[in-house]
């Protein structure tokens, strides 16, 4: 079984930064795609960013290029959003997830991950 823990959400004001951090346990992931996704009320879930566990390729969503980085610390076995220049449209739960059938192809669609933390709310106020 696999367990993933989201953390580091909380309140900012717009321009400001946060960085979520997700631990994993159990199976591991060394050849595994890890992503994060948000949803907010009235919205579907959608994709934010991912990074293949494997080769460190990572992919983002074209609404948080250059404002949010996606890294992880292969020894903790956890995965870092950075998210600098928030904006209130990034009010949202942010959840990690874990794609265990693709161990470099990134992708966006949310029933293509097989695991999810319970999620981390983020607010930012204007």
């Known amino acids: 079984q696999v367990q993933l823990v989201e953390s580091g959400g909380g309140l900012v004001q717009a321009g400001g930064s946060l960085r979520l951090s997700c631990a994993a346990s159990g199976r591991t992931f060394s050849s595994y795609v890890r992503g994060w996704f948000r949803h907010a009320p009235g919205k579907e879930r959608e994709f934010v960013a991912g990074i293949s566990w494997r080769v460190g390729s990572t992919d983002y969503a074209d609404a948080v290029k250059g404002r949010f980085t996606i890294s992880r610390d292969n020894a903790k076995n956890t995965v870092y959003l950075q998210m600098n220049s928030l904006k209130p449209e990034d009010t949202a739960v942010y959840y990690c997830?874990?794609?265990?059938?693709?161990?470099?192809?990134?992708?966006?669609?949310?029933?293509?991950?097989?695991?999810w933390g319970q999620g981390t709310q983020v607010t930012v106020s204007s």
């Open positions: 997830a874990a794609n265990t059938r693709f161990s470099i192809r990134i992708t966006p669609l949310p029933h293509e991950y097989d695991y």
